[in-house]
């Protein structure tokens, strides 16, 4: 029995539920893949530039995406003040809504069942996936703060208190706690 290769064919058969023909709910899978990301992604990847690297598209083909949430009312972009060619992408309160109806849920159910330790092997046997994939390709998978190389944390000890500061040293700004559990596409990981 080729465990790694039945492991790979059950894998392309979840992908399915995500990449699919025509519509579902009105959106087709790249729109739904857009808002999904939005939903997860930290402020520096909450751009049309990041986006299109997330989905592996162009950025014309990214931009009709996000014009089609926004016409939908699902997403949002604000203009920067310091930068006005500077883009920032948000989902808004109906979009949050419709995330409820994301095929996405229902494989999360299936996996919350699991025990902890089951749940933390299968993510982390994706990830070792990905991380050979990137090595092989020359490329970085998008993922979250905690694993980056760029993450730097600052501890500090008082009489009876101890605080961590993180900041990113890619962008040169602090992230805040919350923040290094989303989703960034400038995510590098140390190569072995
Ligand atoms: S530390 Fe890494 S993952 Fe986090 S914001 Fe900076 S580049 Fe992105």
New binding site residues.
Partial sequence: MNLAREAIELLGQVARILWFEGTKHGMRDREWMALRFLSRA?R?SRTPSALASYIGTTRGTASFIIGELERLGYVERTRSSKDKRSVMLSVTQQGKKFLARDAVNGLADAFAVLDDDSKLRFRDTLRHVLDQADAAEQRHHTD??KR?I??REDRTASENKSTVEFT?R??RAS?AEAEIELL?T???HHRQ
């Fill in positions: 930290n520096f979250v703060c980056c760029f993450l990113c890619l962008f992230i960034c400038s995510f590098e």
